[in-house]
């Protein structure tokens, strides 16, 4: 594996888990924190251009804005760190094996965060015994019981 993809990969990591930091424990709003790692990283890479390789200078803005949109997440979703940390570093494999795929389509980076989240929220389902129908029962029931809840 090359050192850079490596980078990138806990660059995303760390990118997911710093936004989530600063909206549950800085109180900070989802989209407050996540343009705060954004532009942090952009920065970053406009101070020290020449720090960094052409190649981690294009790329670090953009991992770390679209993973940033990871720790958007609400803590009732998902409150463990790690499996922010490991979305982010599923959102990085994403976006650079799929980046051509969104070419011209608005939301490219907020489609692969998604997709990564929930890849790693479907892990435990998976992991687990039972079928993965289970899974899906037992979502219906919890939407079931929200409703009730609403009336």
């Known amino acids: 594996m090359d050192l850079e993809f490596l980078l990138l990969l806990i660059i995303g990591g760390g990118s997911a888990v710093a936004t989530f930091v600063l909206q549950i424990k800085w109180k900070q709003s989802p989209v407050r924190s996540s343009a705060i790692v954004g532009v942090i990283a952009g920065i970053s890479v406009l101070i020290f251009p020449n720090l960094l390789s052409a190649y981690l200078t294009d790329n670090i803005p953009l991992v770390c804005f679209g993973a940033s949109f990871i720790g958007m997440v609400s803590s009732k979703v998902v409150s463990n760190h790690v499996l922010?940390?490991?979305?982010?570093?599923?959102?990085?494999?994403?976006?650079?094996?799929?980046?051509?795929?969104?070419?011209?389509?608005?939301?490219?980076?907020?489609?692969?965060?998604?997709?990564?989240?929930?890849?790693?929220?479907?892990?435990?389902?998976?992991?687990?015994?039972?079928?993965?129908?289970?899974?899906?029962?037992?979502?219906?029931?919890?939407?079931?019981?929200?409703?009730?809840?609403?009336?």
């Not at 969104?102 to 079928?131: E, H, M, Q, R, Y």
Request: glycine share 12%.
């Open 84 to 151: 922010i940390g490991i979305s982010g570093v599923v959102f990085t494999i994403i976006y650079f094996n799929t980046s051509t795929y969104f070419n011209g389509f608005g939301g490219g980076l907020g489609s692969a965060a998604c997709i990564a989240l929930l890849v790693t929220l479907s892990i435990p389902v998976l992991k687990k015994k039972k079928s993965i129908s289970n899974g899906f029962l037992l979502l219906r029931r919890q939407m079931r019981s929200r409703m009730k809840k609403k009336n």
